[in-house]
Every structure is written in structure tokens, then in C-alpha cells.
């Protein structure tokens, strides 16, 4: 602002000139009454009459910035504001994209911070452990053992699955529900240029590297859970984040049809029950 302020100020003093009144002479002479006679009203009337201008003195007239007065410091003085103006205009945008940035990257440090985002990390991470998914008082009343195979049971689609799931596979649901969507917000940010992938790399770079041991992984449990993961993600219609996996080299559209096949056949063979 400091800028604006200082052509303001420069302005105000080169356009005194100009906003200043001519003194009007003071003739006493003028005061007095004069006797008038008819020959002098006529020439008072002929003199007031208005006179024509001609187009080059239009011209003169409208040309008032570079008449022989003080005016051409009054021009740089416009100059000066107008040149502050844009100047911290410039910087106030500037600070506003900064924070905007500082916002967005805040968003990403603290990806993991909810709980859901959290469970589902630790589900994902580790084959077989307990897990935060209830929200008691008690530390001995938060955790449940979850092991993978009732990960992937939890995350089947209801439209293979038609079962009433339990409250543990519930809360499994909503750990990855929280997940999913926030990879959904990373996306948009992503596609609408807010965020590289470079820095959301930086936030989700280690449960990427997870997930595509996972895809990688020969043991039964990991592909079953990375398939009915990927089903889930189907399922809920979360497209970005497929298209978010692909920038990690995590390819999920090509493989739907196989892994929907997969899954309905294991269902009719009964592979597929609720958990306790």
C-alpha cells in the first residue's frame, strides 16, 4: 500500500496549481454606475452573443492535459497513482495466492490426521492388527483386531455381497469412505491446478508405494483386498480417485471387468460371509 499512498501524495502537491482560483482584479472603477447609451448596449449584446469554435479549437480544448499550465505534473502525478495502484494490486494478489498455497499444502501435511484417513492406512499397512475403529473413552475399548481377510470382506460391494453387515465391517466402511475422499479432493486440486503431483506425492508418498505392493503381491488376502477395494471405489463412483492412483502408476480401470468377475464367482462359491 505504501506504494498508493506515495503517488496520492505526489499528486496532491503537483495539482495545486490547477485547483487554485485567479484572483479577480479589484477595480474600484467598477463599482461606480455609468451612464450607458444605446450604441454601447448594442455592442454589449453583439460581444455576448457566442462565438463559434472552430474544430482544431474543440480539439485545443479537449487537449487540456497538454496545455502550457501545470498540468503535465498533474499527468505525472496520475501516472505515479495509477503506477502504486497496479503495484499493490500485483502484491495483493501475490499474498493472496500465497495463501491460498500455504491452505492447499496444509490440506495435504495433514492428510492422515482424521481417524478414518488413519485406520484405513493402518488396515492397509499391516495384514493383521488392532485398530482404533471405535470412539470410547476407554484405550482398551477403542481398539478391535482386524485382519485383512475381513477388510476385504468389509469393503465387497453390496450389489455381489446382499448381507447385513456387522458393526465392526461397518466401521471398516467408514474408515475407507473418509479415505476415498479425501484422495478425491487431492484429485481436484490436482486437475485444477492448485497442486502438483509432485507435492501430493510428498504427502501420500509411502501408501502409495503401499498400495502397489499391494496390486503386486501373490499372497490370496492382499489381491483380495486390493480387488474389492478397487470394486468399493467402483462402486461409490469415485472416478478421480482411479485417475489419481494412475499418476502413482496404480492402474485400476483396466482391471474392473476381470475383478468383477472374479468376485461374483467367488460368491457363488461361498467364499464370502459375514464377519462374526
Known amino acids: 500500500m505504501r506504494h498508493f499512498y506515495l503517488g496520492v501524495v505526489v499528486l496532491l ?46 480539439e485545443k480544448d479537449t487537449s487540456w492535459l497538454f496545455r502550457e499550465t501545470d498540468n503535465l505534473a498533474t499527468l505525472i502525478g496520475y501516472v505515479l497513482v495509477a503506477t502504486a495502484t497496479v503495484l499493490t494490486f500485483c502484491q495483493w494478489r501475490a499474498d493472496q495466492k500465497w495463501k491460498q498455497k500455504e491452505a492447499l499444502m496444509n490440506r495435504v501435511t495433514s492428510f492422515d490426521s482424521t481417524p478414518g484417513v488413519w485406520n484405513a492406512l493402518l488396515m492397509l499397512g499391516t495384514p493383521d492388527r488392532h485398530v482404533p475403529l471405535w470412539d470410547k473413552e476407554k484405550p482398551e475399548d477403542k481398539y478391535e483386531r482386524v485382519t485383512r481377510r475381513e477388510v476385504a470382506t468389509a469393503l465387497l460391494p453390496h450389489e455381489l455381497l446382499a448381507i447385513t453387515f456387522s458393526p465392526k465391517e ?16 487431492l484429485e481436484v486440486y490436482r486437475e485444477s491446478n492448485l497442486l502438483s503431483a509432485d ?69 457363488v462359491n461361498n467364499k464370502w460371509h459375514r464377519l462374526p
Open 199 to 267: 507435492e501430493i506425492n510428498s504427502a501420500i508418498h509411502y501408501w502409495a508405494i503401499t498400495i502397489q505392493k499391494l496390486m503386486a503381491s501373490t499372497d490370496p488376502n492382499d489381491q483380495a483386498l486390493m480387488r474389492n477395494l478397487s470394486l468399493y471405489i467402483e462402486y461409490k463412483g469415485l472416478k478421480k480417485v482411479i485417475t489419481l492412483f494412475s499418476v502413482f502408476n496404480i492402474q485400476l480401470a483396466d482391471k474392473m471387468v476381470k475383478y468383477r468377475a472374479i468376485a461374483k464367482q467367488e460368491v
Open 170 to 185: 461397518t466401521a471398516i466402511r467408514d474408515s475407507f469412505d473418509d479415505f476415498l475422499k479425501r484422495l478425491c479432493h
Open 13 to 58: 502537491t503537483f495539482s495545486q496549481p490547477v485547483f487554485s482560483q485567479p484572483k479577480r482584479p479589484t477595480d474600484t472603477a467598477l463599482s461606480k454606475p455609468k451612464a450607458v447609451t444605446v450604441n454601447q448596449l448594442k455592442k454589449v449584446v453583439t460581444v455576448a452573443q457566442p462565438k463559434k469554435e472552430s474544430p482544431a479549437e474543440k
